[in-house]
């Protein structure tokens, strides 16, 4: 299963902030949205990715007010991304490795999308339930 194969099921809601606003106001957002992390999405290029770990580690740890810190202050800018033709091995093993919960989905520097851990399980699961069907009626000799 691809990237784009995903984002076919899930769709391409993408959530995103410029970077000039308050942490807490990118907060709301995320609370609104339901989710854990949004793109920072400037002059219609991906410059930065703000999450609850950011939030976390740079605002909460530090002693920083989210009503005064700038999300460009404390947004991972080295964001990883993936293609839509990659696979769910190369996200799982991406996210592994990375320690990171979402991937944004490029492509000639335009944001698709966005898959998060949740999502590449998700499909992981599905794959193995119908390899598992398949399996199930090989052996026991019926058609699926």
């Not at 002059?43 to 810190?69: F, M, P």
């Not at 919960?101 to 590449?120: C, K, Q, Y």
């Amino acid at each position: 299963m691809t990237v784009n194969q995903i984002l076919s099921i899930k769709g391409n809601d993408v959530h995103s902030i410029v970077s000039s606003i308050t942490v807490y106001e990118a907060l709301k957002v995320m609370g609104e949205k339901n989710v854990g992390a949004v793109l920072v999405i400037e002059d219609n290029l991906l410059r930065g990715v703000l999450s609850e770990r950011d939030y976390a580690r740079k605002i909460v740890l530090k002693n920083k007010a989210s009503k005064d810190t700038l999300v460009h202050e404390i947004m991972e800018r080295n964001v990883i991304t993936v293609k839509p033709t990659d696979n769910l091995d190369y996200c799982m093993e991406l996210m592994s490795t990375k320690r990171i919960r979402h991937l944004p989905v490029v492509e000639n520097n335009a944001v698709l999308g966005v898959i998060s851990i949740g999502d590449v399980v998700k499909s992981i699961i599905e794959i193995q339930k119908e390899t598992i069907q398949h399996l199930d009626s090989y052996i026991s000799g019926t058609k699926a």
